[in-house]
């Protein structure tokens, strides 16, 4: 991975120099998929799909869509039963076998009525609070004809299957040789899902497991013309950058290398597919999970996981996301990972998620929100109510980093315009990844427009979680568990222009409408 060798150099220039901002281009209507995330609900999370503490965390988050059941699970999970299969794909018994063992999940999930956890019940539960579900098909512990007749049960119960992801992550060799040694040998076993999907579901859009880098998976899976042109999509994953190489970065400059990552990986991303899939220009890119790791090495204290940085890393991805969707290489799918960490389950830390939940059913009292849940639902709000968005072109005053390993500048600020056609209203989102201030002036085409609200979030480390906005609908800001400014911006309805003071490393949302 190229971060391995970037070394982060930063153009230092006044720390007032004014720069301007301001939307091109034609646009597009936001995609739900880029304000995803992976649910793990029923697999992990045993909290029914009618909980009342879900629901309320769901809309709390403004959450576009769900992966569902989520990404390793769903390589031993049944959708029809609810449960965790066998090898065999036979169902209870059989939650352990030789390469992985999710006994103690199973044991969770039978204290609940028999399919509690089925698709059916997600779909009339959970799966009804959101624009869009991507459905993640176990095509590993189950023979071909067994997921053929998963497909048939979501048909059958009425399910329109708008998303279909094959598999989990089968480039990890020490965990899936066993089944698919080759991406040849799990494109053979795609290639008559994919059919009878087409069948089913004529609208569905499928996409088939990549790696995110110049692989061996890749480079075999990009000779498999009859699979690749048959989907429409592959799915990528990339969690960092590794803490090691955030650490040895210079210290002033670790969390700007940090916030970085979301236009580094993209750019990766997208080179990746133009390259190694050109035959196939059709495919557009689906990151079904991000985060920063919190296994294996400890989080370095200069991220400090759920806490400022960590939100602000999490915008610069989605940015990207937004930056990236209209691009050659598109990007269609967006989704963090994941939604919840409930204690008593023990599988994921509480750095990885956006919520906190309890055991007990229906208890909204219990759940916290963290820092990456609180930007998360901000920026989600704004791309859903103001669901028209631009790229922002920036003017040559705008201060830039140089990034010395591939020779080029990136621009300090990271940014995306957001706008309702209908009422005119309009909104700006603004990463500053630089550790000086930036002033800057947001442009516009508006001539009589007024700022409503500008929230800036700045670079803590402590971790930070507060319970649900009460009510939920409360729209953000929130004054917590971040407590953001409001007074870096300042409008000027004559001149349709807005003027920011942008602290250090920080996050920016603006809301504007018409006078």
Not at 472 to 479: A, E, F, T, Y
Request: overall charge negative; glycine content about 8%; some cysteine.
């Amino acid at each position: 991975m190229m971060t391995m060798l970037l070394a982060v150099m930063f153009a230092h220039g006044a720390a007032t120099s004014s720069c301007s901002i301001g939307p091109s281009g034609d646009g597009r209507k936001v995609n739900p998929l880029l304000l995803g995330v992976n649910d793990v609900l029923g697999p992990i999370i045993n909290l029914s799909y009618s909980d009342s503490a879900l629901y309320n965390a769901i809309h709390a988050l403004h959450v576009g869509a769900l992966r569902h059941p989520g990404g390793t699970v769903a390589n031993y999970w049944t959708m029809r039963n609810g449960s965790f299969v066998g090898t065999n794909g036979t169902g209870p018994p059989g939650c352990s076998g030789d390469h992985y063992s999710y006994c103690k999940y199973e044991e969770r999930i039978q204290q609940l009525p028999p399919k509690t956890f089925s698709a059916e019940n997600f779909a009339k539960g959970l799966g009804s609070q959101v624009n869009l579900t991507i459905h993640d098909l176990n095509v590993l512990t189950m023979t071909t004809n067994e997921s053929l007749a998963e497909l048939q049960y979501l048909h059958d119960v009425g399910i329109n299957v708008t998303h279909l992801e094959l598999g989990n992550e089968f480039y990890i060799g020490k965990n899936y040789d066993w089944r698919f040694p080759t991406a040849h040998v799990y494109a053979e076993a795609c290639i008559p899902i994919v059919n009878r999907a087409r069948v089913l579901f004529p609208y569905v859009r499928i996409a088939v497991v990549a790696a995110s880098g110049v692989s061996d998976w890749n480079k075999n899976l990009s000779k498999e013309s009859a699979l690749l042109q048959a989907v429409d999509a592959v799915t990528i994953h990339k969690y960092g950058p590794p803490a090691q190489t955030a650490m040895n970065q210079p210290v002033d400059e670790q969390q700007s290398f940090v916030l970085l990552q979301g236009e580094i990986v993209s750019a990766g991303f997208a080179a990746m597919l133009r390259d190694v899939f050109h035959e196939f220009p059709h495919l557009t890119i689906w990151r079904t999970e991000y985060n920063y790791p919190s296994w294996g090495v400890p989080i370095p204290k200069f991220f400090g996981g759920q806490g400022g940085v960590h939100a602000l890393y999490t915008a610069g991805h989605m940015l990207s996301a937004f930056m990236h969707a209209g691009w050659e290489v598109p990007f269609e799918v967006l989704m963090i990972h994941c939604l919840a960490h409930q204690p008593s389950a023990n599988w994921t830390g509480i750095t990885n998620t956006l919520i906190q939940v309890g055991d007990n059913t229906n208890d909204t009292p219990s759940v916290r929100i963290g820092a990456v849940g609180q930007i998360f639902s901000h920026i989600s709000y704004i791309a859903s109510k103001y669901d028209y968005m631009k790229q922002n072109d920036a003017t040559a005053e705008c201060p830039t980093m140089y990034l010395k390993f591939s020779d080029s500048n990136f621009t300090c600020l990271q940014s995306h315009y957001f706008e309702d056609i209908v009422s005119g209203g309009y909104a700006y989102i603004i990463l500053n990844r630089c550790i000086h201030p930036v002033s800057v002036e947001l442009n516009t085409t508006r001539s009589n427009s007024k700022i409503l609200s500008s929230a800036s979030y700045i670079n803590t480390t402590e971790s930070a979680w507060a319970p649900l906005p009460n009510p939920i609908n409360l729209k953000p800001p929130w004054k917590a568990p971040l407590t953001p400014s409001t007074s870096a911006c300042a409008g000027n309805s004559l001149e349709s222009s807005t003027l920011c003071q942008l602290p250090p490393l920080s996050l920016t949302i603006t809301e504007h409408s018409l006078s």
